[in-house]
């Protein structure tokens, strides 16, 4: 039976040794007690409480006669549970290690929006992946206190969630009622004056609409020709270009080369491809053999897998190798962890999952930090030989490349091999050329000859 209840104070000597002066008519300040948010018909009844007392029911019109004549602005329209402490902020999740910021991308949910826990509402764009931020609560988005474009860090706030919200604005208790046209609970007894002064609204002057900024000098815009298209750059390719910029600008990256006689590991991938898809459900590629090569060269050469922090060098006793992957929205670079201690078919559904994870947009930032190393194939694409960047935090990374059918001097024959041009980009303040070289030459040296990795030589 809960509905519509108005507290009212009818006229008493005193309360609690306060005078007639010091007590403040709430006539028509109301509170809407309604189990699920919704309303009932509004009853013509007044519950008086006064200090000492026992709650009494009385008409309207009998404790109308008796409260104070001054009036109150203040009113509150709100559910009832959400008096203290209901509103939550959703905040920036961790993106991962070496993200420190992205770009708010867009918002998923409007202001007034209902949502449930963990809906996302907004996308964060970084150089890497795109991040969802989720609701920390069920309720209603209140306001967005950042802007779409805007650059921001791990735990800063660009929502609050009123948590029991059902779309009901919440006036505080310092401002003055307004007059609500649209509020869907009014006052029956219509004969009786108004008990409410309410402030008058002004209506604000337009403000002049902004001129459109003029075209810097310094920046011209070239007019677009016939057959041409001007886009924005994306948000992601923008930070992409910067931070590998970024990259040039702070390592003293050095490529050294090889090439590799891809004989011996295709007829290994050719002779047990059948076997191996039988066994495992999966096929033998190649990447799974350079990725055990890497893993091998980084044991031998620990420079390699090692990182530059101010005025140390951070030696890593785990090899997380990262893999390149192309997506349709840019480069990500999911990780392998403990690459070393995996065989060939627990690398291929690795790299399975998390290629698919890459195309389906569903890789998580855990699944693309922290790798020591990285390997890049453009080979697949069809490249001949290239100068890889550096992926920071890491000191180097290994370029693979297509395979291409090649005349070698092989035991004083000139036969064809299929050849494969190897690179590796190295941070030369912390590696020397040699340690580059050894490396490079232990890839070559077990993608040549897979019979090394058994007996670790």
């Excluded at 009818?10 to 008519?25: E, T």
């Excluded at 090692?306 to 349709?328: E, F, K, L, N």
């Excluded at 100068?387 to 693979?400: D, H, K, R």
């Amino acid at each position: 039976m809960l509905g519509l209840i108005r507290r009212r104070v009818a006229s008493s000597p005193s309360i609690l040794g306060q005078s007639l002066s010091s007590i403040r008519s709430i006539a028509n300040k109301e509170i809407l007690l309604q189990p699920r948010g919704e309303l009932c018909p509004v009853r013509n009844y007044s519950r008086l409480i006064l200090a000492g007392s026992s709650p009494s029911i009385r008409t309207t019109r009998d404790v109308l006669g008796s409260v104070m004549p001054e009036p109150i602005g203040q009113m509150w329209s709100m559910h009832f549970s959400s008096e203290t402490g209901d509103l939550v902020d959703a905040v920036v999740p961790f993106m991962g290690e070496s993200i420190n910021d992205g770009i708010l991308a867009t918002f998923l949910k409007k202001s007034g929006d209902r949502v449930e826990l963990d809906e996302p509402i907004a996308q964060i764009e970084t150089d890497k992946v795109t991040i969802d931020v989720a609701s920390p609560e069920s309720g209603v988005i209140e306001k967005f206190v950042a802007n779409e474009g805007d650059t921001v860090e791990p735990g800063t706030k660009i929502a609050v969630i009123l948590k029991s919200g059902e779309g009901v604005s919440h006036v505080g208790p310092s401002e003055k009622a307004v007059p609500q046209p649209s509020s869907p609970v009014e006052t029956i007894d219509k004969n009786q004056p108004s008990k409410v002064e309410t402030t008058p609204v002004t209506e604000k002057p337009k403000a002049p609409s902004p001129l459109s900024p003029k075209p810097s000098a310094q920046e011209p815009q070239l007019p677009t020709k016939e057959r041409e298209r001007r886009i924005p750059m994306t948000t992601l390719r923008k930070r992409i270009a910067k931070r590998l910029k970024d990259s040039q600008n702070t390592y003293a990256m050095l490529t050294t080369f090889n090439e590799v006689d891809m004989t011996n590991l295709m007829k290994l991938r050719s002779d047990f491809k059948d076997a191996f898809v039988e066994k495992h459900g999966v096929k033998l590629g190649l990447m799974s053999g350079f990725i055990k090569a890497a893993a091998s060269g980084l044991q031998n050469q620990p420079a390699i897998n090692a990182v530059i922090d101010g005025d140390d060098i951070v030696y890593r006793d785990y090899i997380d190798i990262s893999v390149a992957v192309g997506t349709p929205k840019g480069l990500v670079v999911p990780v392998i962890r403990n690459a070393d201690k995996m065989n060939f078919a627990e690398i291929e559904k690795e790299i399975n999952a998390l290629a698919k994870k890459a195309t389906e947009g569903r890789l998580s930032i855990d699944e693309m930090a922290g790798g020591s190393f990285t390997i890049s194939n453009g080979g697949v694409y069809g490249s001949l030989i290239s100068t890889p960047i550096i992926n920071p935090p890491q000191s180097a990374i290994l370029g693979m490349h297509s395979i291409v059918n090649r005349p070698m001097v092989v035991g004083g024959e000139i036969v064809p091999r299929p050849m494969m041009y190897i690179a590796l980009t190295y941070d030369h303040g912390l590696i020397d050329g040699r340690e580059a070289v050894y490396f490079l030459r232990r890839v070559k040296d077990v993608v040549e000859d897979p019979r090394r990795l058994l007996l670790d030589v």
